[in-house]
Every structure is written in structure tokens, then in C-alpha cells.
């Protein structure tokens, strides 16, 4: 058998709502692939960590939210999703119940809220991600 070659990060889906408000919080890169553009917070899982540290770190490290719980959402590997190779990505899910404030950091530019039903061109596959965790993992977003 071969080995592999194949990186794992992961990506957080953070919700916000207030009545009918419903937000999502996105960092714009600030490095390449994908530099300018707006992403969910995420990354490469260090050698050591749980997935759950992992997203819970990289949240923190690029917005300085940090969030109590952080719930598993979904796989997501289709090849070809990260330029730089083959990457699979184990996504989560969280809300708060304010806007609270957030500050693009480590290697976002920025980070901020938006509307969920406005949100610009995301990097990655991260449309597809918003899209599943709104429609299969938290039905009660819409």
C-alpha cells in the first residue's frame, strides 16, 4: 500500500442570532491560497491535538473568540478543495448568543460578522460547508 499524503484541518462554522438577525463570523485571509477573500476560521490540526482542540485553537488564534462548545459537523475532502494538496477538513459548529466583538489575528487579516443570507465569495469549499451546516446539522439557523 501506499502512503498517503493527505493534511487535516479543520473549519468552524460560528452563528449568531437575535430574532430574525442571524450572522456568521468569517476571517479574510491573509496569505495566500486564496489572500483578500473571506473563509471560515480554521487550519491545520497540530501532530498532538484532538480535533475539537484543533478548531477550538484555530478559532481563538484568528478571531479571539473562544468558544465553551464546539460540535462536529462534517468531513468534507473532495480533492482538489485546497490548491496547496490534498487537504480534508473536519468541520464544526457553534453560536453565540451576542455579536461579540472579534479581531482578525495569526494569519487572518481580518475577521468579522455577516449577514448569513449576504455573505461575499468564500475561499475553499467553504459555501458548501455554511450551506450543510444550515440546512442538515442545525435546521433551526434558517
Known amino acids: 500500500m501506499s502512503r498517503q499524503n493527505i493534511a ?5 462554522v460560528i452563528f449568531f442570532r437575535k430574532g430574525k438577525k442571524k450572522k456568521i463570523l468569517l476571517v479574510k485571509r491573509g496569505k495566500d491560497p486564496f489572500k483578500g477573500r473571506w473563509a471560515l476560521p480554521g487550519g491545520f490540526l ?16 484568528e478571531t479571539g473568540l473562544k468558544i465553551d462548545k464546539l460540535h462536529q459537523l462534517k468531513a468534507f475532502g473532495t480533492p482538489g478543495r485546497d490548491p496547496r494538496g490534498r487537504t480534508v477538513s473536519i468541520a464544526f459548529f457553534g453560536e453565540v448568543t451576542c455579536e461579540e466583538k ?18 461575499p465569495e468564500l475561499a475553499f469549499d467553504h459555501s ?6 444550515r440546512k442538515k446539522s442545525i435546521p433551526e439557523i434558517n
Open 128 to 133: 458548501e460547508i455554511v450551506e450543510y451546516a
Open 46 to 61: 497540530e501532530d498532538e491535538e484532538s480535533l475539537e482542540k484543533g478548531a477550538a485553537r484555530e478559532l481563538q488564534e
Open 8 to 12: 487535516v484541518t479543520t473549519d468552524s
Open 102 to 119: 472579534v479581531n482578525g489575528a495569526d494569519d487572518a487579516a481580518e475577521a468579522d460578522w455577516f449577514d448569513l443570507d449576504n455573505l
